[in-house]
């Protein structure tokens, strides 16, 4: 289900996140046991961030679930985010309604786009604060 809504034409970041200084590598080098352990408590850990925000505003309309690696976190009528790991490629991916698909790959303890340079939690951060315009606080899992 997320490889369609990840296959649909890619939009670019919003102007407001910078571009990356250097490109970002891809960490094949992790073995796959490692991968899906950070994969998984980051997924865990942005569920757990749309929980406390459900709690504290359910007027907002967060509803998430995970399964089987997949991470789907529906805003109401505003649209959903699916987060979901890419084992073969020890990536993470991301499709949003705001700014279309994208692949995170793991630098320096932290998810990085690996086209612009941002991390995954100030992307998703500045994507639900556009939709609902509350704060979520992400805390992103370092190995």
């Not at 995170?104 to 303890?109: A, K, L, M, S």
Request: with cysteine; glycine share 10%.
């Amino acid at each position: 289900m997320s490889l369609l809504l990840l296959s649909r034409l890619p939009r670019r970041l919003p102007p407001s996140l910078p571009p990356s200084p250097r490109p970002v590598c891809h960490f094949s080098a992790f073995s796959e046991g490692a991968f899906h352990a950070v994969a998984s408590a980051f997924l865990e850990s942005v569920q757990d961030a749309c929980d406390v925000l459900d709690d504290a505003h359910p007027e907002a309309g967060v509803d998430s679930s995970y399964a089987s690696g997949v991470l789907n976190i529906r805003l109401g009528e505003r649209g959903t985010w699916v987060i979901n790991k890419q084992a073969p490629n020890r990536q993470i991916w991301y499709s949003s309604p705001i700014s279309g698909p994208a692949r995170f790959g793991f630098e320096g303890g932290r998810w990085v786009h690996t086209r612009e340079g941002v991390e995954i939690g100030e992307l998703f951060g500045r994507e639900v604060r556009e939709a609902t315009g509350l704060d979520i606080e992400l805390e992103e899992p370092q190995a």
